[in-house]
């Protein structure tokens, strides 16, 4: 059997997992090479300040050897969402509410827009409202913005911008209606995997990593709500969203 039969008919995500196991052995080798690269660095610069050559030189090796297996490891696990080993909105989640929650943020999860497609988090507060759902890409996908156009990859990402400024402006007019209290939401897309720099803004939705989420929403607020009006807006939400299962 050739090599493309043997991937002929997989996923992506299989075809990944089997050349990151296949090159094991490869990084291995690169992790050795650079951490002897590291000891000999370390030995010149202990002659050089005169320092003890053994210890500064093992020292250097191990932190070379320890960096880069620690970048290997990361870079996979960077990938664990779109492998589907690790679910997105678990993880956004787990940020929002031990970051935002002792701020008076409320954070409602896995709720669907009356008319519209589900979201993952509702996040409603002082600063403001953010609709906040999840999506990974391949390691490949580079996330970018040129001119008004958000592209994932070679692709336009109008459709997945479109669908959720929609969801945001559906769900800002019911809570409006319902609560008595105008406001705006404004759409985020935490990105799991993929190439982005920090955060990428077209189209009307903003798109970065899951980290920098809390980080946007406290600054860049929105509105001015008091925490009576935080209330009522979280209490209306949590009645007019239906809850997914």
């Known amino acids: 059997m050739t090599p ?28 050795g090479v650079k951490a002897a690269a590291g000891l000999v660095v370390g030995v010149a610069l202990a002659y050089r300040f005169n320092l003890s050559a053994p210890v500064v030189g093992l020292l250097f090796g191990l ?18 969402v779109w492998r589907g080993k690790r679910r997105g909105d678990v993880i956004t989640g787990k940020l929002l509410r031990r970051r935002l ?9 896995g709720r669907a827009v009356p008319g519209k497609a589900s ?8 600063g403001g409202i953010w609709v906040v759902d999840n999506e990974a890409w391949d390691p490949e996908t580079e996330i970018a913005r ?19 400024v929609e969801v945001s402006e559906s769900l800002a007019e019911v809570l ?13 897309l935490a990105v799991h995997g993929g190439v982005i720099r920090r955060s990428v803004t077209a189209e009307g939705l903003t798109l970065l990593k899951p980290r920098l989420v809390v980080r946007w ?15 009522v807006l979280a209490r209306t939400a949590a009645r007019v969203l239906r809850r997914m299962s």
């Open 217 to 231: 929403i406290l600054n860049g607020p929105r509105a001015e709500f008091d925490e009576s009006q935080v209330e």
């Open 63 to 80: 932190l070379v050897g320890a960096g880069d297996m620690f970048w290997n490891w990361r870079t996979h696990d960077a990938t664990a």
């Open 101 to 109: 929650r002792r701020r008076g943020y409320h954070i409602l999860e």
């Open 146 to 164: 040129y001119g008004d156009r958000l592209f994932l990859g070679e692709k336009y990402g109008s459709k997945v911008a479109k669908a959720l």
């Open 4 to 31: 493309v039969d043997q991937v002929h008919g997989l996923s992506p995500q299989v075809m990944y997992e089997q050349f990151w196991l296949k090159e094991a052995a490869q990084r291995r080798k690169m992790t």
């Open 119 to 126: 979201i993952d988090h509702l996040v409603i507060g002082p």
């Open 176 to 188: 409006s209606r319902e609560s008595g209290i105008p406001v705006t939401i404004e759409p985020l």
